[in-house]
Nanobody, 113 residues
Framework: QVQLVESGGGLVQPGGSLRLSCAAS????????MSWYRQAPGKERELVAT????????NYADSVKGRFTISRDNLKSTAYLQMNSVNPEDTAVYYC??????WGQGTQVTVSS
């Protein structure tokens, strides 16, 4: 089955850390760039980070630079988003996206004390 499945979301305190995972199946993961997007209530979905197929290039939204790190393991067909120093503005549903046009179902991240 061709799909992306996110995991790792939850409730985290301001200043804390969280790691999201995106497990891919049914397609050749290593051939595609992977991205993380997020959508907060009442806002449009925004691009958070992108990584090229072999990890040599990454790009981040200004709002997360220096705090979030995108990575991938092509042997495990999994992409990751390490989130550090989170703040309440990071609260959103986080989605992974593959360069073949496939979206995951999303995982909720809530930053609150």
């Amino acid at each position: 089955q061709v799909q992306l499945v996110e995991s790792g979301g939850g409730l985290v305190q301001p200043g804390g850390s969280l790691r999201l995972s995106c497990a891919a199946s049914g397609f050749t993961f290593r051939n595609y760039a992977m991205s993380w997007y997020r959508q907060a209530p009442g806002k449009e979905r925004e691009l958070v980070a992108t990584i090229r197929p072999f990890g040599g290039y990454t790009n981040y939204a200004d709002s997360v630079k220096g705090r979030f790190t995108i990575s991938r393991d092509n042997l495990k067909s999994t992409a990751y988003l390490q989130m550090n120093s989170v703040n309440p503005e990071d609260t959103a549903v986080y989605y992974c996206y593959a360069g073949n046009g496939l979206w995951g179902q999303g995982t909720q991240v809530t930053v609150s004390s």
